[in-house]
């Protein structure tokens, strides 16, 4: 049975954060109708993109009662997709004509260049005057027990240290996922004498000068901040569980890094022993193995958990069955093209709260969640592994645009996204700035001339 809210409705809704899910989001609520109030702790619209010489007072990022830092961008990142596939589907990522000169025309381009378009985006659809910066959500809570609908969001203004106390009718979560560090199991790391640190708190390269330097993970950061320090470090060493036990390779075109299978232990004399039996004596070691999502001011008496990683319960990633369609999630996807995902997802919530578009009857999205988690144990697929999309995105994107009567992904944008996943792997040093998927170019660039 299939439930509508109706007649169409406009609603105040309240968005968490100013990153690209926030930006997009509040652009399709206001062209929905709603009235809609974004909150941002920052200064200024772009989440992670918005780079910081700072970081965190423990590298760890542990510490509870750490002052936290947002992003996790370091100085030297590149986007690790092209520029075609990166931006929101009606408002590419291409260098516009009249932008100045210092902006960053390459296909791969610096966080720099992302926080631009970001503040274009922004710009161009006139975001900014529903922002609230410097204003963090402390604390969000059903308005009254057992009334679905209506939201408490209680928030502080950093400047004239105000704390509001307000009522909003719906509210949709969009306060990015990489700011909680997760941390890999190291037997014997209480008595280890080095340093630890987490990605997070990865700026520059220069600190590590003449260390030995241990990283775990196989991620684009694990890549990518090897190769950034073994240009000062005396040697790079990374450990990624998901090689063969016995792996042990230099590589190609560096004579200080190589590759490992997993940490096996640590000991108090500082050395490290990995599984494929080697022993190295190390200064420090780089957790680059990802984060946690964390929803530190939500508060649903249970309803809403995460649990192994697992943000649960949710409808298609986006809404908690007993609170639907008055919360909703942004961005909790991963291993996708974020933005364009972002962009349907928000379309998808905006003509929900309308009424213009149905949800099913709650029994039935509990009960496809139900199916979901079931398929993922029978396939053996952890539950920390609950959200991690790659290959499926583009069904679960042309699902979201059948909802919200929007064409389906481009097939440039999936043959592009999927030969760059493949060319990544295959040349990671080089993928960046050397590739032969011209045609794709040309075809994202005829769909991009005719959208505007
Ligand atoms: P964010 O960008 O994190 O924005 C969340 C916003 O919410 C922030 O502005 C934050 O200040 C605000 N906020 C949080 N809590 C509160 C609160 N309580 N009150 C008020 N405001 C709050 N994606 C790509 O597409 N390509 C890439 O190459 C790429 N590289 C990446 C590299 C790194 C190192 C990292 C960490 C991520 C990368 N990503 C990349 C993914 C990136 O996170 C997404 O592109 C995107 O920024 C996520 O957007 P978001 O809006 O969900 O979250």
């Known amino acids: 049975m299939e439930t509508a809210l109706s007649p169409i409705r406009s609603h105040h809704v309240a968005v968490i954060g100013a990153g690209p899910a926030g930006l997009v989001a509040a652009r399709e609520l206001r062209r929905e109708g709603h009235s809609v109030v974004v909150f941002e702790k920052q200064k200024q619209v772009g989440g992670t993109w918005i780079y910081t010489d700072e970081v965190e007072s423990d590298p760890l990022s542990v510490d509870p009662t750490r002052s936290v830092v947002h992003s996790s961008v370091y100085s030297s990142l590149r986007i690790n997709g092209t520029r075609e596939c990166t931006g929101f589907r009606d408002y590419p990522f291409v260098v516009r004509s009249g932008v100045s000169e210092s902006r960053d025309r390459r296909r791969f381009p610096s966080h720099g260049e992302v926080l631009a378009y970001l503040q274009d985006f922004a710009r161009e659809f006139g975001i900014e005057e529903m922002v609230r910066f410097e204003t963090e959500v402390v604390k969000v809570s059903p308005a009254a027990e057992g009334e679905i609908g209506k939201w408490r969001v209680e928030s502080t203004e950093k400047e004239k240290r105000v704390r509001r106390d307000e009522i909003y009718d719906a509210v949709v979560v969009c306060n990015g996922h990489y700011v909680e560090p997760r941390l890999a199991e190291i037997p014997g790391i209480s008595s280890w004498p080095g340093k630890e640190m987490h990605s997070h708190n990865y700026r520059i390269p220069e600190p590590f000068k003449d260390q030995v330097v241990v990283l775990i993970g196989n991620s684009s950061s694990a890549e990518d901040i090897s190769r950034d320090i073994a240009t000062f470090a005396k040697e790079v060493h990374v450990a990624c569980r998901s090689n063969p036990a016995d792996t042990f390779i230099k590589q190609t075109g560096y004579n200080n890094l ?56 949710l409808y298609k990633d986006v809404f908690p069955p007993a609170f639907a369609p008055w919360l909703s999630f942004i961005g909790i996807p991963w291993q996708v093209l974020p933005f364009p995902m972002f962009e349907l997802q928000s379309k998808w919530i905006a003509g929900v709260l309308s009424g213009r578009i149905p949800l099913p009857s709650k029994e039935d999205m509990i009960m496809e969640i139900k199916t979901f988690y079931s398929t993922l144990e029978v396939q053996g697929i952890p539950k920390r592994y609950t959200h991690r999309m790659g290959n499926t995105q583009f069904e679960y994107d042309n699902w979201l645009a059948s909802q919200c009567g929007c064409s389906e992904t481009e097939e440039w944008r999936k ?16 993928y960046r700035d050397e590739w032969e998927d011209h045609h794709l170019i040309f075809q994202a660039y005829q769909d991009f001339f005719s959208y505007s």
């Not at 080697?278 to 809403?304: A, E, R």
């Not at 043959?415 to 080089?430: G, Q, Y």
Request: glycine letters at 6%; hydrophobic letters at 35%; aromatic letters at 8%.
């Open 415 to 430: 043959e592009m996204c999927l030969a760059n996943v493949v060319r990544k792997e295959a040349h990671p040093e080089t």
């Open 258 to 313: 190589w590759k490992h299978s997993s940490i096996e232990c640590v000991h108090e004399d500082g050395s490290v022993v990995f599984q494929n039996g080697k022993t190295i004596s190390v200064d420090i070691i780089m957790h680059c193995t990802g984060y946690k999502y964390h929803f530190p001011f939500l508060d649903t008496n249970g309803v809403v958990t995460v649990d192994d990683n697992r943000v649960g319960p």
